[in-house]
């Protein structure tokens, strides 16, 4: 390989230590100094020392990494990934927490392409790419004594820890009171954030002693109405906000269908258990509440389609979301296949309509009391103008890209109310078939999102925002229940009781559990009636 020019490996380190704190942690200064605008006092001294302390905090951590034959290809792998943890942080302002690590690695191929454009090659290619081929490119100059290369980086090392110590003798108060205040600070510097909490995803996924597998519900018992069974469909919704539901008071007509269908309510104040479906899917269906949630717990316990299973139901799993985290695994699943049908897929994904194709055939081969599960792709982004086909861009125009930070706002909320305004519809169709199996069964449809979206509110695109930080759009979701005459007389539900309480009452993915199997009529010693949501408009 040629040699574009010499180097010793000492002020080498310190060089990456300085591209790491001014290129790739440029989103993290920018936070910081946007911090000290909003405060009336700021000391000059403070403000200048900000990014010499980031260096030199890079440097005493890169350096024991200064290794001959490991320098080189570890930090053109911290180069490439931490230019894209950098787009990511600038762009859409994600916190790479562990939470998002795992988020990450459960995407499927289709769900990363989304996040292609041209604008993240770029920014990669010229701050991950280019800066690690020019890192090969460099011929580095090692002592020729190791104890002298040993000596010469403890010196590099203690250089760092003075100048970081007499920063703190001169502004320590300042550095506390920021970081008290925003304690995010810490958790964005690439590349010690994503580095440290894949570390602890692989600790806890791979190292960690499995939690044993623990069954629920084993005294589960149902009485089966004996005139008619039950066909429920429950659809998992995945990134809708309650916020632009217009059933919930949104100004726009995104619910232009299921509010023109007889019955359907919308529970007004509803929040999800998590910010990720990695977290939330598991964990509404889980007998956790949302603040004692334990994904290792979850992901090694059934959950309560297990327990309706265990009563004599018969249950179908339909994914076109790329995968159910687990809680469809011992359930008969049908995958969408990206060419399952031609006018409904692209060979990348399917529009959700998709989910109708073949549903007569699955249901007649079922046996019994019915539960069809329908995990939707709904409005997941950031390319929400390919989840609805083109007859239903209903509001334009449209942001027909995936890096949405450079459409406009209009162009932004416009295309994310048609994914809302189609996944009305999807539901409103599911509703249509259900009624047309009223005089065979007792219908009931439950349509709920795993959490919410954020448009840009604040800088913010996306979702996964650590809950404790999150805003209301990314855990704010819409929730909606429709049954069938048969169903609310078997059941008997007053449906102005339950539509008061879905209008005035708070409820969350932690009444799911319970909601389900009470209405399911299971008695079990899991079941908590107390968050059983349905509970109190039955006589």
Known sequence: MPVLFRMKVVPLVLLLAAVFAFLLNWPVLLHFYDILSHLEHVKVGFAISIPFVLVAALNFVFMPFSIRYLLKPFFALLLVTGSMVSYAT??????????????????????????????????????????AILLFLIKIEYPSKWYKGIAYRLLSMVASLVLIAGVAALYYQDYASVGRNNSTLNKEIIPANYAYSTTRYVQDTYFTT???????????????????????????????????????????????????????????????????????????FSNM???????????????????????????????????????CSRLPTVEIQPTADAKLCDGKTCYDEVMLDGLDDEIAKMAGDKLVAFHIIGSHGPTYFRRYPAEHRHF???????DIENCTQEQLVNTYDNTIRYTDYVVAQMIEKLKKYSDQYNTVLLYVSDHGESLGESGLYLHGTPYKLAPDQQTHIPMQVWMSPGF???????????????????????????????????????????????RGCRS
């Open 289 to 327: 509440n949302r603040t004692e949630y334990d994904g290792k717990k979850a992901n090694n316990s059934e959950n309560f389609l297990d327990v309706v299973k265990k009563t004599g139901v018969s249950l179908l799993w339909k994914e076109n979301d790329g995968g159910c985290k687990g809680v």
């Open 90 to 131: 600038l762009k859409y302002k994600v916190m790479f927490d562990q939470t998002m690590i795992e988020n990450i690695i459960e995407t499927n191929p289709q769900e990363a392409h989304s996040y292609l454009n041209g604008s993240v090659i770029l920014w990669v290619l010229l701050t991950g790419i280019l800066p």
């Open 210 to 284: 499995k939690v044993p597998f623990q069954t629920l519900g084993d005294d589960a018992k149902r009485v089966a109405n004996k005139e008619k069974p039950t066909l429920m469909f429950l659809i998992i919704g995945e990134t809708a906000r309650s916020q632009n539901f217009s059933m919930n008071g949104y100004a726009r007509d995104t619910n232009a269908f299921t509010s023109q269908t007889d019955g359907v309510i919308s529970f007004k104040d509803f929040h999800s258990c998590g910010t990720a479906t990695a977290v939330s899917v598991p964990c509404m």
């Open 488 to 534: 609310i007389a078997e059941k008997h539900i007053n449906m102005t009781c339950l539509q008061n309480n879905a209008a005035k009452n708070p409820y969350s993915h932690d009444n799911l559990f319970s909601s389900v199997l009470g209405i399911w009529d299971i008695s079990t010693s899991v079941y908590n009636p107390e968050q059983d949501l349905f």
């Open 396 to 402: 334009m125009p449209e942001c027909a890209r995936s």
